[in-house]
Nanobody, 121 residues
Framework: QVQLVESGGGLVQPGGSLRLTCAASGTIAYTYTMGWYRQAQGKQRELVGTISSSGSTNYADSVKGRFTNSRNDAKDTMYLQMNSLKPEDTAVYYC???????????????WGQGTQVTVSS
């Protein structure tokens, strides 16, 4: 079994910062690309950013220059540093990872349960 757990969400004022954490646990042999997605109320889930196993990053235009994705493979953890937050960043943020489980040749897509980020004064 593999589990992804997000943490670090909360209420922050416009212009503020938050750091989200995604911790993976279970029988993990290798973690490929990891990513953050978000879903605002009444809207479809959208990509925020991804980070490959080599550390290459990709971001949605709406967060470029404000959000930074990083990972620590020794801890099976990914982070999203969010700066200069705007009310339109309000959403549930989900962690996603492409993982190969120990003892198998399969790669599967895993999702966390989400963490709420609310940007409001």
């Amino acid at each position: 079994q593999v589990q992804l757990v997000e943490s670090g969400g909360g209420l922050v004022q416009p212009g503020g910062s938050l750091r989200l954490t995604c911790a993976a646990s279970g029988t993990i042999a290798y973690t490929y690309t990891m990513g953050w997605y978000r879903q605002a109320q009444g809207k479809q889930r959208e990509l925020v950013g991804t980070i490959s196993s080599s550390g290459s990053t990709n971001y949605a235009d709406s967060v470029k220059g404000r959000f930074t994705n990083s990972r620590n493979d020794a801890k099976d953890t990914m982070y999203l540093q969010m700066n200069s937050l705007k009310p339109e960043d309000t959403a549930v943020y989900y962690c996603n990872a492409d993982i190969k489980r120990s003892g198998t040749h399969r790669r599967d897509d895993y999702w966390g349960q989400g963490t709420q980020v609310t940007v409001s004064s």
